[in-house]
Structure formats: structure tokens, C-alpha cells
């Protein structure tokens, strides 16, 4: 059942139990005053009898009335009317009835004598009054009912237009929740209906920009996956592949040199090179995984890896305060933060060209905050763009976190993140759920 129906079921309702009511109100009113005019034309008529004014004449002037009948009667009255053959006269007959009835309307019918069992009786007749005033009343009724369909009608007809955007609002949310595209909902001069629209266009608009920003994200992760290849594959043909391919000449050497000083200059090489092959993929393993967060806190892993950069830039002054000693470590949302503070160290020594550069971290149990900032050269209009920006933000998603990237006009870069450590789990479990 529709809104519109539920309402004008409603309103049919109520109009149908009020107009009841003022039916059996009009009904009643017309029934007291039909006996009230009834009551007082009687009453005239007694008066009339009092003045003694003839039969035939108080017969001549009631026929005309709406109110009463006038007819000849012959024959012995009923046990009713027993008072007037005692010999009550007629004005006592009628005083006793006026003050029996004091207070309500006297209907009695009015019985004048003529000749003995000859009567003439003067009669209540409130039918066809009553029927007049019940047909003027179905009428105007009628008429009202008319009105009161038509006006249905039209408010039908206006409430279906004024809500037809609703209708096309429920069919847009209907094609976004299934990954359609949607059509341009109209104005509406409803304000109400209008502030919907303008919501749902904003919302619209705002799930355009992040698909946009996700498919800009696939193709950097795409890119960053397939450099991560490039320098795999360089890595293993230039310098592991190198270091076998001499390993395999030495030791052929070995197998075939019959002079001692020869077998132990290769014997040197190849032990030589074995280091160097432990040693690149050492390097790899920690490139693709930080294989410290294994063994010691996240505390001596950040300052080895701002230790590691430092020597990096020699020349560059460092402010750095790392403080996690209240901080309760989780192995998924280390790796993280780690990850996360990497990359924007990565990206201060490749592209800031800073000369002055502060890292400040610190938690307790219920908050972490990261601040890594430059005086470098800024990033100008390529804060979206940059890959390493998106990757950071993108860590900072995965583990709940507010992550703010600034670069002020006078240069340099502020990257921020700022995470709520109580419920940790529990808001990840939802995320995932």
C-alpha cells in the first residue's frame, strides 16, 4: 500500500465517522425543532379554541399548516380522551396538559367538540416537514460528498506529480546499490524533496570521486606491483646471477686446477661471493618483508629504519623522538605503521631535497600519532598523484587511522596520522564484518 493510500484511507476514515456523527446531530436538531414549531402551532391552536372561534373555521386555518392535520372524527373517543366525556371542558383539559408537560413540548393532539361523538381533531404531522428537511439535508450531503471526491481526486492528482522525483530517487538508489549509472534527478519546488535530491546528488557525486579514486589506486598498485618485479628480477640477474655465474667458474676451477695457489684463490672467491649472495637477499627479504618486526619491538624497528636513513643524508639535520613504551604492539598493525613511516621517509630522502627533517612518534594505549615533516621543496600540485602519498593513506585505511598530508606555500611537507588505539580489534572485526 502506497503512502498516499495509507493517508487517504486515513482522511476517508475520520470524514466518514465525523460526518455519522453530524448526521445523527442534524438529524436530532431537526426532529426538536419540527416538534417545537409542532409544539407552538399547537399551543395557537387552543388559543384559538379558548377565543371560541368556530370548528370549521379552526379547520380552514390549519390545513394550510406544515405542522398539522385537521380532520372529523365520529364516534366514541378513546380511554386517552376519557377526561372530555366527564365533562372536563376543554380549556381545563388543556390547562392540565400545558402543566403536565411544562418543560417539553406538547404534541397532544387538540380534540374540539361539536355534537355528541362529533369531533373535530387537531393533529401533530411532522412527516412531511421531516422528509423535506431530510432531502435538503441529503442534498446538501450529496453535494458535499462530491466535493469531498473531487477534492480526493485533485490531491491525488497533485501529491502523484509532487512526488514523482521520489519515485525517481527510489529508482536511482535502486541502480546505485546495483553499480548502474544514474540519470539526473529533476528540480522539485518542494524544499523538503529539493534538500533530498541535492543530498543524494552530493552522495552521488561523492561515490563517483572515490570509484575514481579506487580505479587511480588499482593502477598505481598495479604499477607499484610491477616495478616491485622490475627490481626483483634486475636484483637476481645482476647481482645474484653475476655472483653464480662466477661461482660456477670457480669452481670449475677448482675441480680442474692442479696448483694449490690456484684452488685456494677460487676457494677464496667463491666463499667471498656466497657473502655477497647472503647479504643481497638478505637485502631483498627485507625489501618485500621487515623481517625485524620478528624479532624486536616496533620502537628499535622505526629507530633502525630512521637510523638507516640518516645515513643516507648525512648532511641533513634530523629531529627525531620516538617514544612507544606504553603502546601494546600488534604484529597486523605494525607492519602497517611501519610500512607507512618508510614509505614517507622514502619519499623525504628521494624527492624533498630537504635540508632539516623531524620525525615524531609517540603513543600510550589509547592513542598513536606519526608526524614526519620537511623544509624541502614541497609537492606543489601533485599531492594526489604521487604514488607514495596514495600508498600511505591507503595504510592508514587499513588500520582505522586519520592520515593528513600538508604542504604549506613556503614548502616543505607535514604527513600526520593519528590513530585511536582502545577498540582496535574490535572496529577491525566490524570493518571486515
Same mark, same amino acid.
Not at 308 to 323: C, F, G, K, R, Y
Not at 330 to 350: G, P, S, T
Not at 356 to 380: E, F, P, T, W, Y
Given at each position: 500500500?502506497?503512502?498516499?493510500?495509507?493517508?487517504? &484511507?486515513?482522511?476517508?476514515?475520520?470524514?466518514?465517522?465525523?460526518?455519522?456523527?453530524?448526521?445523527?446531530? =442534524?438529524?436530532?436538531?431537526?426532529?426538536?425543532?419540527?416538534?417545537?414549531?409542532?409544539?407552538? +402551532?399547537?399551543?395557537?391552536?387552543?388559543?384559538?379554541?379558548?377565543?371560541?372561534?368556530?370548528?370549521?373555521?379552526?379547520?380552514?386555518?390549519?390545513?394550510?399548516?406544515?405542522?398539522?392535520?385537521?380532520?372529523?372524527?365520529?364516534?366514541?373517543?378513546?380511554? !386517552?380522551?376519557?377526561?372530555?366525556?366527564?365533562?372536563?371542558?376543554?380549556?381545563?383539559?388543556?390547562?392540565?396538559?400545558?402543566?403536565?408537560?411544562?418543560?417539553?413540548?406538547?404534541?397532544?393532539?387538540?380534540?374540539?367538540?361539536?355534537?355528541?361523538?362529533?369531533?373535530?381533531?387537531?393533529?401533530?404531522?411532522?412527516?412531511?416537514?421531516?422528509?423535506?428537511?431530510?432531502?435538503?439535508?441529503?442534498?446538501?450531503?450529496?453535494?458535499?460528498?462530491?466535493?469531498?471526491?473531487?477534492?480526493?481526486?485533485?490531491?491525488?492528482?497533485?501529491?502523484?506529480?509532487?512526488?514523482?522525483?521520489?519515485?525517481?530517487?527510489?529508482?536511482?538508489?535502486?541502480?546505485? &546499490?546495483?553499480?548502474?549509472?544514474?540519470?539526473?534527478?529533476?528540480?522539485?519546488?518542494?524544499?523538503?524533496? !529539493?534538500?533530498?535530491?541535492?543530498?543524494?546528488?552530493?552522495?552521488?557525486? &561523492?561515490?563517483?570521486?572515490?570509484?575514481?579514486?579506487?580505479?587511480?589506486?588499482?593502477?598505481?598498485?598495479?604499477? /607499484?606491483?610491477?616495478?616491485?618485479?622490475?627490481?626483483?628480477?634486475?636484483?637476481?640477474?645482476?647481482?645474484?646471477?653475476? /655472483? /653464480? %655465474?662466477?661461482?660456477?667458474?670457480?669452481?670449475?676451477?677448482?675441480?680442474?686446477? @692442479?696448483? *694449490?695457489?690456484?684452488?685456494?684463490?677460487?676457494? !677464496?672467491?667463491?666463499?667471498?661471493?656466497?657473502?655477497?649472495?647472503?647479504?643481497?637477499?638478505?637485502?631483498?627479504? +627485507?625489501?618485500?618483508?621487515?623481517?625485524?618486526?620478528?624479532?624486536?619491538?616496533?620502537?628499535?624497528?622505526?629507530?633502525?629504519?630512521?637510523?638507516?636513513?640518516?645515513?643516507?643524508?648525512?648532511?641533513?639535520?634530523?629531529?627525531?623522538?620516538? !617514544?612507544?613504551?606504553?603502546?601494546?604492539?600488534?604484529?597486523?598493525?605494525?607492519?602497517?605503521?611501519? *610500512?607507512?613511516?618508510?614509505?614517507?621517509?622514502?619519499?623525504?630522502?628521494?624527492?624533498?631535497?630537504? %635540508?632539516?627533517?623531524?620525525?615524531?612518534?609517540?603513543?600510550?594505549?589509547?592513542?598513536?600519532?606519526?608526524? =614526519? @615533516?620537511?623544509?624541502?621543496?614541497?609537492?606543489?600540485?601533485?599531492?594526489?598523484?604521487?604514488?607514495?602519498?596514495?600508498?600511505?593513506? &591507503? *595504510?592508514?585505511?587499513?588500520?582505522?587511522?586519520?592520515?593528513?598530508?600538508?604542504?604549506?606555500?613556503?614548502?616543505?611537507?607535514?604527513?600526520?596520522?593519528?590513530?585511536?588505539?582502545?577498540?582496535?580489534?574490535?572496529?577491525?572485526?566490524?570493518?571486515?564484518?
Amino acid at each position: 500500500m502506497s503512502g498516499f493510500t495509507k493517508i487517504a &484511507s486515513t482522511i476517508v476514515a475520520v470524514f466518514i465517522g465525523c460526518f455519522m456523527v453530524f448526521c445523527c446531530l =442534524v438529524y436530532f436538531h431537526i426532529k426538536s425543532n419540527i416538534a417545537e414549531e409542532t409544539s407552538g +402551532a399547537l399551543a395557537q391552536v387552543r388559543e384559538m379554541v379558548q377565543l371560541n372561534i368556530p370548528a370549521s373555521q379552526l379547520k380552514a386555518i390549519v390545513e394550510p399548516s406544515p405542522h398539522l392535520s385537521a380532520e372529523y372524527f365520529t364516534g366514541r373517543l378513546l380511554e !386517552n380522551y376519557n377526561s372530555l366525556e366527564q365533562g372536563n371542558s376543554l380549556s381545563e383539559s388543556t390547562a392540565k396538559s400545558a402543566s403536565a408537560n411544562e418543560g417539553i413540548y406538547d404534541a397532544t393532539p387538540v380534540i374540539i367538540p361539536i355534537h355528541e361523538n362529533y369531533y373535530l381533531v387537531v393533529k401533530p404531522q411532522d412527516a412531511t416537514e421531516l422528509a423535506q428537511n431530510l432531502h435538503f439535508f441529503g442534498l446538501v450531503a450529496g453535494l458535499f460528498f462530491a466535493t469531498f471526491v473531487l477534492l480526493l481526486a485533485t490531491l491525488h492528482i497533485a501529491v502523484k506529480q509532487r512526488l514523482a522525483p521520489l519515485t525517481q530517487l527510489a529508482n536511482a538508489l535502486t541502480k546505485l &546499490s546495483e553499480g548502474k549509472e544514474t540519470t539526473a534527478l529533476p528540480h522539485s519546488d518542494i524544499a523538503e524533496m !529539493n534538500t533530498v535530491i541535492k543530498r543524494f546528488q552530493h552522495l552521488q557525486c &561523492s561515490l563517483t570521486t572515490k570509484e575514481q579514486q579506487l580505479i587511480q589506486i588499482d593502477k598505481q598498485l598495479a604499477v /607499484l606491483q610491477e616495478q616491485e618485479r622490475t627490481y626483483l628480477a634486475r636484483e637476481l640477474h645482476d647481482n645474484v646471477g653475476q /655472483l /653464480l %655465474t662466477t661461482i660456477k667458474a670457480h669452481a670449475y676451477i677448482l675441480v680442474n686446477a @692442479k696448483e *694449490r695457489a690456484a684452488l685456494e684463490f677460487s676457494a !677464496n672467491k667463491v666463499q667471498v661471493m656466497a657473502h655477497q649472495i647472503s647479504d643481497a637477499i638478505r637485502k631483498l627479504t +627485507a625489501r618485500l618483508h621487515p623481517l625485524v618486526l620478528d624479532r624486536v619491538t616496533l620502537q628499535a624497528s622505526l629507530e633502525r629504519l630512521v637510523y638507516e636513513q640518516e645515513m643516507a643524508l648525512p648532511n641533513t639535520h634530523w629531529d627525531v623522538s620516538i !617514544n612507544l613504551k606504553d603502546y601494546e604492539e600488534d604484529r597486523e598493525r605494525d607492519i602497517h605503521l611501519y *610500512r607507512f613511516v618508510q614509505e614517507a621517509l622514502n619519499n623525504v630522502v628521494k624527492h624533498a631535497k630537504a %635540508t632539516r627533517i623531524g620525525v615524531q612518534i609517540h603513543a600510550d594505549k589509547c592513542h598513536l600519532s606519526i608526524v =614526519v @615533516k620537511d623544509n624541502g621543496k614541497g609537492l606543489g600540485t601533485h599531492i594526489v598523484e604521487n604514488i607514495g602519498l596514495s600508498s600511505m593513506r &591507503s *595504510r592508514a585505511r587499513c588500520i582505522g587511522a586519520s592520515c593528513n598530508i600538508e604542504s604549506p606555500s613556503h614548502g616543505g611537507v607535514q604527513v600526520a596520522l593519528n590513530l585511536t588505539l582502545r577498540g582496535y580489534s574490535q572496529d577491525m572485526d566490524a570493518a571486515v564484518a
